[in-house]
T-cell receptor
């Protein structure tokens, strides 16, 4: 079956760095998306990886290893506004996004 | 600016009633999706469409239907609302199969 595994909740300090891991099993693979979702709001797109390696976009970076079925989202210089849920969503062979329950990130001053 | 909107944003209805949730996008995207999101679950796909007159069932389609008569709109109908359909509903669209899905603001539905 298809499965996504992310930590349920993480806590970090303002100004620090945090890494949110995601492991996945899908039927086929057409890339992996990361979304951010603030409480009560819609998911918003953060990053897309289809090849192995690191993609950097400002304070956020995303890494993919297809052979290991593994990705992580790295957030640097954490700000209070980064408190949100982070959703890992690989795309399967039918171009469907497979969604995990997400990781709730709590930022403390 | 192009956008995706949903209406109503909040809805309270009674068990057994028919309810329609609207989704409208001005991106001119071919692909449109309906998801529901419940506490403790990831987003679950209800129905999706890859173009006008095309509709497909997702993993949780029972009790829901959609129709796609134009590019911009994909209304979601709950034929006979049940308390188990209390949820937050998100509509999304994308230009092509591997492209990013962009989400509407969501509709909070309460079925009493």
């Amino acid at each position: 079956g298809q499965n996504i595994d992310q930590p349920t909740e993480m806590t970090a300090t303002e100004g620090a760095i945090v890494q949110i891991n995601c492991t996945y099993q899908t039927s086929g693979f057409n890339g992996l998306f990361w979304y951010q979702q603030h409480a009560g709001e819609a998911p918003t797109f953060l990053s897309y990886n289809v090849l192995d390696g690191l993609e950097e976009k400002g304070r956020f970076s995303s890494f993919l290893s297809r052979s290991k079925g593994y990705s992580y989202l790295l957030l640097k210089e954490l700000q209070m506004k980064d408190s949100a849920s982070y959703l890992c969503a690989p795309m399967d062979s039918n171009y469907q996004l497979i969604w995990g329950a997400g990781t709730k990130l709590i930022i403390k001053p | 600016d192009a956008e995706i909107t949903q209406s109503p944003r909040h809805k309270i209805t009674e068990t057994g009633r028919q309810v329609t949730l609207a989704c409208h996008q001005t991106w001119n995207h071919n692909n449109m999706f309906w998801y529901r999101q419940d506490l403790g679950h990831g987003l679950r796909l209800i129905h999706y469409s890859y173009g006008v007159q095309d509709t497909n069932k997702g993993e949780v389609s029972d009790g829901y239907s959609v129709s796609r008569s134009n590019t911009e709109d994909l209304p979601l109908t709950l034929e006979s609302a049940a308390s188990s359909q209390t949820s937050v509903y998100f509509c999304a669209s994308s230009g092509d199969f591997q492209e990013t899905q962009y989400f509407g603001p969501g509709t909070r539905l309460l079925v009493l």
